[in-house]
């Protein structure tokens, strides 16, 4: 694969996953959006989904890493350092690249997330924060507990992968990816719970920033205080997997 390849095919992938996982909190989270309220399972799906439809899209051209942690972990393993910096690259801006279009479809309701006027049947609705809708936020602020949570719930993403590559025939029928996606929404059922379930710096990261700088009304903070947690506990977690991948098999 060449370098331009590779990156462009990161780039597609990687917006693609971002535009549906943002797109599902959007739609859970926004006032007016039909999907309103429909909860954590509609949640986890989302981006499960978003894992398929991206991840089939860049194979041909990058295998469809989509995520730095994969990537860290195959580099651990294989010992193939050389292109790393060519996926990482293509992951971010794919990030980026896909909060945008998020934000896009869900223009009118981003607009719409104001206080609304008294009405008689209650008091106004206030405007929801924003931030949970591009990037991960803990339920309860344990940096620790948050930090153990993400390496834990890398590890039990990239472990399995590398050890599908060991399944024959998995790889040439592009059923892999269907069975990451699936692990990806069972992560998010079962491990998502206290920090919703990064697993992937560019997926939080590259949609913070892009949070920090879109016009939302009452869009709330970014909180870079919390924001290395999601990046520094991935990037361990795909580290360790590729380590204890290389040591067991």
């Known amino acids: ?8 095919g990161e780039v597609i992938g990687t917006a693609i996953l971002i535009l549906f996982g943002a797109g599902v909190c959007a739609a859970v989270t926004l ?22 439809a991206g991840a089939y899209t860049a194979a041909p051209l990058s295998g469809g890493q989509l995520n730095p942690a994969v990537t860290i972990g195959i580099a651990v393993d294989t010992g193939k350092w050389g292109k790393v910096w060519v996926y990482l690259l293509g992951q971010i801006v794919g990030a980026m690249l896909g909060a ?17 006027e008294d009405t008689p049947e209650g008091p106004d609705e206030e405007p929801v924060p924003t931030l ?32 599908f590559g060991l399944t024959k025939g998995l790889g040439e029928s592009g059923t892999t990816v269907l069975i990451v996606s699936l692990l990806v929404v069972g992560i998010g059922l079962s491990l998502g719970g206290p920090t919703g379930y990064a697993i992937n710096p560019a ?14 009304p009452n869009k709330g903070t970014s909180d870079w205080g919390y924001a290395w947690i999601p990046v520094v506990g991935p990037l361990i977690g795909g580290a360790l997997a590729g ?3 290389n040591a067991a098999f």
């Open 100 to 116: 945008v279009l998020a934000y896009l479809v869900y223009l009118a309701q981003f607009q719409a997330n104001v206080q609304n």
């Open 31 to 52: 006032r007016y959006s039909k999907a309103r309220a429909s909860g954590w399972v509609v949640i986890a799906f989302g981006w499960g989904f978003g894992v398929l």
């Open 243 to 245: 380590l204890v991948y």
């Open 1 to 8: 694969m060449s370098n331009g390849d590779i990156f462009v």
């Open 203 to 216: 997926r939080d990261l590259g949609p913070r920033i892009v949070h920090a700088f879109l016009p939302i």
């Open 132 to 163: 949970g809708i591009f990037s991960t936020v803990p339920e309860i602020r344990h940096p620790v507990a948050n930090l153990i949570t993400e390496i834990i719930a890398t590890m039990a993403l990239v472990l399995p992968i590398l050890a």
